[in-house]
Antibody
Framework: DVQLVQSGAEVKRPGASVKLSCRVS????????LHWVQEAPGKGLEWVGL????????MYGEKFQGRVTITADTSTDTAYMEMTSLTSEDTAIYYC??????WGQGTLVSVSS | AIQLTQSPSSLAAPLGDRVTITCRAS??????LAWYRQRPGKAPELLIY???NLDTGVSSRFSGSGSGTDFTLTISGLQPEDSATYYC??????????FGGGTKVEIK
């Protein structure tokens, strides 16, 4: 059974950074891209980026390029998404996902002074 | 980037009704088009992949069709659990992977 388990909710001040994790099980981590998706309040889904766990190659959405870093640790089958220079606009639920296989439960990031 | 435009943005229909949601792409897509259902407070669930393939365990009340730039999701026999927001998604040409704006379905 494919499972993606994400880290818990985060509360951050503007200007801070946050690092989320996504631990996978039930499939071979290296075999599929691992995506991150943002769901901001009252808005739809927006693709943040992906990592290829096989070689660490990454791709990012234009909105997140330069402020987000996605990595994969094949020793622990865990992917990470780090976002810097947080603003209130980054308040959202962030999902990790393996397309056509499974999604994580989501992690709420709240940014407020 | 390929833009996906969904219509309608919301709809309300009675139980048992048949509803159709449309997803129009700004450029032609060959096969990398999927549909998701997202219930309130939950992660999206895959319904249809590669335009018309039903994901494992998904009710046969759901069907997908289309080609080129126009795609549809049809829900036959609307049930209470179908009250949700539905999204189309393409990864035919990425980056970026893109989503439609969503269609909120309510039961009358």
């Amino acid at each position: 059974d494919v499972q993606l388990v994400q880290s818990g909710a985060e509360v951050k001040r503007p200007g801070a950074s946050v690092k989320l994790s996504c631990r996978v099980s039930g499939y071979t981590f290296r075999d599929y891209y691992l995506h991150w998706v943002q769901e901001a309040p009252g808005k739809g889904l927006e693709w943040v980026g992906l990592v290829d766990p096989e070689d660490g190659e990454t791709m990012y959405g234009e909105k997140f390029q330069g402020r987000v870093t996605i990595t994969a640790d094949t020793s622990t089958d865990t992917a990470y998404m780090e976002m810097t220079s947080l603003t209130s606009e980054d308040t959202a639920i962030y999902y990790c996902a393996v397309l056509y296989l499974s999604w994580g439960q989501g992690t709420l990031v709240s940014v407020s002074s | 980037a390929i833009q996906l435009t969904q219509s309608p943005s919301s709809l309300a229909a009675p139980l048992g009704d048949r509803v159709t949601i449309t997803c129009r792409a700004s450029q032609g897509i060959s096969s990398g088009l999927a549909w998701y259902r997202q219930r309130p407070g939950k992660a999206p669930e895959l319904l249809i992949y590669d335009v018309s393939n039903l994901d494992t365990g998904v009710s046969s009340r759901f069907s997908g069709s289309g080609s080129g730039t126009d795609f549809t999701l049809t829900i036959s026999g609307l049930q209470p659990e179908d009250s949700a927001t539905y999204y189309c998604q393409q990864f035919d040409r990425f980056p970026p992977l893109t989503f439609g704006g969503g269609t909120k379905v309510e039961i009358k």
